[in-house]
Every structure is written in C-alpha cells, then in structure tokens.
T-cell receptor
Framework: NAGVTQTPKFRILKIGQSMTLQCTQD?????MYWYRQDPGMGLKLIYY???????DKGEVPNGYNVSRSTTEDFPLRLELAAPSQTSVYFC???????????FGPGTRLTVT | AQTVTQSQPEMSVQEAETVTLSCTYD???????LFWYKQPPSRQMILVIR??????QNATENRFSVNFQKAAKSFSLKISDSQLGDAAMYFC??????????FGGGTRVLVKP
C-alpha cells in the first residue's frame, strides 16, 4: 500500500512550457485534491475531485487544469508555465470529505 | 470565507519541555473539523491530531493534545516532553462540511537539545 504518490519530485520549467504533475493513490479514496505551497506559507487548494469524472475549482485554479478519468489518478496540468507558478505542489486524497486527507510527498516546481 | 490564523511564526522549546502553538479561526458554521498537521523538512504533511467541533472533550494523541475553545474560536496544540523529531512546521487547518480544508500560515517549531 503506497498511499499517495507523486511524480516528478523536482522539475525546472522555462516560461511558456507545459507539463503534467502526476498523482496516484491506491487507497480507493473518492476525494482527491491538489494544493500549492508557496515559501513560508500554508497550502492553498487549486482543484479537487469528488470522484471519477467530477472536478471543481479551489481557491487558486487559474493557470491549471485537471482531469479525473479513474479513481486512482488525478493529474494536474500546467499549460503555459509562469514564474508565479514556482511552488511546491501537493496531491492529497480522502475517503469522504470530512475524513483525514493523506498527502503525497510533493513536487518542487521552478519556472524560470 | 473561513480564515485560519497562526500568530506565532516560530517557537523554540528545550528538549523534554512543553510548547503550545496557537491557532484561531473565523467561521459562522456550528459543525466543523479542526486539524493540526506537521510538516518536517522532508515536506511530507502528516496529520498530528483532529478535533470534531461537536465534541466537548479535547483530543489527545500521545504527547500531543489540544485546547479547543469553541466560543473563542481557538484551537491550540500542546506538545509535551518535546523531542528532537518534533522539529517541523506545524499547520492548523479548518474544514466545514461542504467546504474545503483551509490552512493557517504555519508555525515553525525548533527543539533545542
């Protein structure tokens, strides 16, 4: 049981490039989330999903897209990377919205 | 919108002693959940303790306990018998039904040997 896994661990992008951050959970959780954490700050919700085929915006969705074709996977897409998207990205999952969220190890993204 | 405030950017504690981290939140909801998460240098977010607002009894997990004051909208975390491994960022978080998890800005805990 690996929990929540994220790839890659680190990535450097040039302005305007695109990339997909991968997230997979093997706990059969219905809820999945993407957060970003800027230096010295708490986490802010980008997008979330309550089940396969259903996604919704969080607090800071601009510049990102998500999809949820399976229960296990919840990729986050950056289409035109900007320096403001330099951050650490965390994926999380939970069984039901009120239960504990389990977090992945994070992806450190730098856009230059 | 709900807000969570952690007024202490950094706290220092001697090994084996006790430290208390403050957290206040703003909400008009009566039913909600509060959490403390620990983030060590590895960046992994780890749940330390959870409190349901409808429960009057304060949650306890080994050396970690909370002081939940619903009327004051306060949710402090006490770490007893501090250990070197407790050194980390600690985040307070709030969640009401139908809403998403909202995090405070964090408190860095330093443990001195």
């Amino acid at each position: 049981n690996a929990g929540v896994t994220q790839t890659p661990k680190f990535r450097i992008l040039k302005i305007g490039q695109s990339m997909t951050l991968q997230c997979t959970q093997d706990m059969n959780h219905n809820y999945m989330y993407w957060y970003r954490q800027d230096p010295g700050m708490g986490l802010k919700l980008i997008y979330y999903s309550v089940g396969a085929g259903i996604t919704d915006k969080g607090e800071v969705p601009n510049g990102y897209n998500v999809s949820r074709s399976t229960t296990e996977d919840f990729p986050l897409r950056l289409e035109l990377a900007a320096p403001s998207q330099t951050s650490v990205y965390f994926c999380a999952s939970s069984y039901g919205e009120s239960n504990e969220q389990y977090f992945g190890p994070g992806t450190r993204l730098t856009v230059t | 919108a709900q807000t969570v405030t952690q007024s202490q950017p950094e706290m220092s504690v001697q090994e084996a002693e006790t430290v208390t981290l403050s957290c206040t939140y703003d909400t008009s909801e009566s039913d909600y959940y509060l959490f403390w998460y620990k983030q060590p240098p590895s960046r992994q977010m780890i749940l330390v303790i959870r409190q349901e607002a409808y429960k009057q009894q304060n949650a306890t997990e080994n050396r970690f306990s909370v002081n939940f004051q619903k009327a004051a909208k306060s949710f402090s975390l006490k770490i007893s018998d501090s250990q070197l491994g407790d050194a980390a960022m600690y985040f307070c978080a709030y969640k009401a039904a139908g809403n998403k998890l909202t995090f405070g800005g964090g408190t860095r805990v330093l443990v001195k040997p």
